[in-house]
């Protein structure tokens, strides 16, 4: 899944998930994407993201406590809570925006990129052969910068 920060012709900002920059254009073109705030269709893609959200998210534990690690070796307490609040609030909003399907994910994916199930939001695991063999077969997919579920403690 990928966040973009789109404006409607009004110039209300908000934000859509989509699969892939073509799935965000596709649904643009064919009039999908619309401002929640007025209904207007003619949505454009912001290039630079107003304010922080998810996109800023670090983009690994590493260098989350790299970005908060000061020139003596020290970590910065208040960037270092920042920086993991922007990786809480990105794992968030991927739980929030997907469903889980664990080692099915390759299944799914090429389900849904055969046209044999609708399209949806999905997380899950796949090794890297099958990555690779996914993006062989032109299925966009982006890996997850950290994990964003809680291992279970079950
Ligand atoms: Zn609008």
Redesign the pocket.
């Given at each position: 899944m990928i966040v973009y920060n789109l404006?409607?012709?009004?110039?209300?900002v908000?934000e859509g998930w989509f699969k892939s920059p073509s799935d965000f254009e596709n649904q643009r073109d064919r009039g999908l994407v619309e401002?929640?705030?007025?209904?207007?269709c003619a949505v454009e893609r912001k290039l630079h993201a107003p304010r922080v959200n998810v996109g800023a998210a670090p983009t690994s534990r590493a260098s989350a406590v790299e970005d908060a690690t000061l020139s003596d070796g020290n970590v910065h307490p208040e960037r270092l809570a920042k920086a993991l609040a922007a990786m809480a609030e990105f794992a968030v909003r991927v739980r929030e925006n997907t469903e889980n399907v664990g080692e099915r994910f390759a299944e799914e994916a090429r389900a849904m990129h055969y046209g044999e199930i609708p399209h949806r939001g999905i997380r899950g695991r796949a090794d890297a052969e099958t990555a690779a063999e996914l993006r062989e077969e032109g299925i966009e997919f982006q890996a997850l910068p950290f994990p964003v579920d809680w291992p279970s403690l079950n």
């Open positions: 404006a409607c012709k009004q110039g209300h908000f401002c929640p705030i007025c209904g207007d």
